[in-house]
């Protein structure tokens, strides 16, 4: 099946500083890709859809310029987390369709963790 | 809107006993319905899709419109079956909206 894969795997940062995380389809192309955000012991909640040439499409109640997606290839998406505090800690996952092919399957990144002090 | 539930947080099941994970949902349309497994420090990856009307690794979904059910079942459970299990439903080439997961954690 097809890979996609995240980096970094783990990050911690400092109350304030902005945070990038990339998302990479390894052998498929993605017109679209989904960000993912996981509590504890919690669900997949999508942040984002990630459209590659334009712009985001934010589910209700993220801000968009506390998490600036950028899609600016059919292979990477990047999501940034600006002036980090301690409540944006979390797991972060991202997702990808593969447009030549069955666009019906996402396939998952193995997600960042992202620690906030 | 779309939900999807799952009651069940937690399922322990002997090695060998039959499995059933419960998932419900709520949508007027027709849903594409999946299930994802987690296994430990691992990626979420599919299961199986309710189209497919599949078996994989054992593991069977009937989707039932009439009670909007997507229930996930083995007949003999395998302790590698321990994991998180995440139904999702999908409508078009929206993205899944998931469930929030059972574990199902299998004893020996």
């Given at each position: 099946?097809?890979?996609?894969?995240?980096?970094?795997?783990?990050?911690?940062?400092?109350?304030?500083?902005?945070?990038?995380?990339?998302?990479?389809?390894?052998?498929?192309?993605?017109?679209?890709?989904?960000?993912?955000?996981?509590?504890?012991?919690?669900?997949?909640?999508?942040?984002?859809?990630?459209?590659?040439?334009?712009?985001?499409?934010?589910?209700?109640?993220?801000?968009?310029?506390?998490?600036?997606?950028?899609?600016?290839?059919?292979?990477?998406?990047?999501?940034?987390?600006?002036?980090?505090?301690?409540?944006?800690?979390?797991?972060?996952?991202?997702?990808?369709?593969?447009?030549?092919?069955?666009?019906?399957?996402?396939?998952?990144?193995?997600?960042?963790?992202l620690t906030v002090l | 809107a779309q939900r999807v539930t799952q009651p069940e947080k937690l399922l322990s099941v002997f090695k060998g006993a039959p499995v059933e994970l419960k998932c419900n949902y709520s949508y007027s349309g027709s849903p594409e319905l999946f299930w994802y497994v987690q296994y430990s420090r691992q990626r979420l990856q599919l299961l199986l899709r309710h189209i497919s009307r599949e078996s994989i690794k054992g593991f069977t979904a009937d989707l039932n419109k009439g009670e909007t059910s997507f229930h996930l079942k083995k007949p003999f459970a395998q302790e590698e079956d321990s994991a998180m299990y995440y139904c999702a439903l999908r409508r078009g080439n929206t993205p899944l909206v998931f469930g929030k997961g059972t574990r199902l954690s299998v004893i020996a």
């Open positions: 099946g097809a890979v996609v894969s995240q980096h970094p795997s783990w990050v911690i940062c400092k109350s304030g500083t902005s945070v990038k995380i990339e998302c990479r389809s390894l052998d498929f192309q993605a017109t679209t890709m989904f960000w993912y955000r996981q509590f504890p012991k919690q669900s997949l909640m999508l942040m984002a859809t990630s459209n590659e040439g334009s712009k985001a499409t934010y589910e209700q109640g993220v801000e968009k310029d506390k998490f600036l997606i950028n899609h600016a290839s059919l292979t990477l998406s990047t999501l940034t987390v600006t002036s980090a505090h301690p409540e944006d800690s979390s797991f972060y996952i991202c997702s990808a369709h593969d447009a030549g092919t069955d666009a019906r399957e996402q396939f998952f990144g193995p997600g960042t963790r | -």
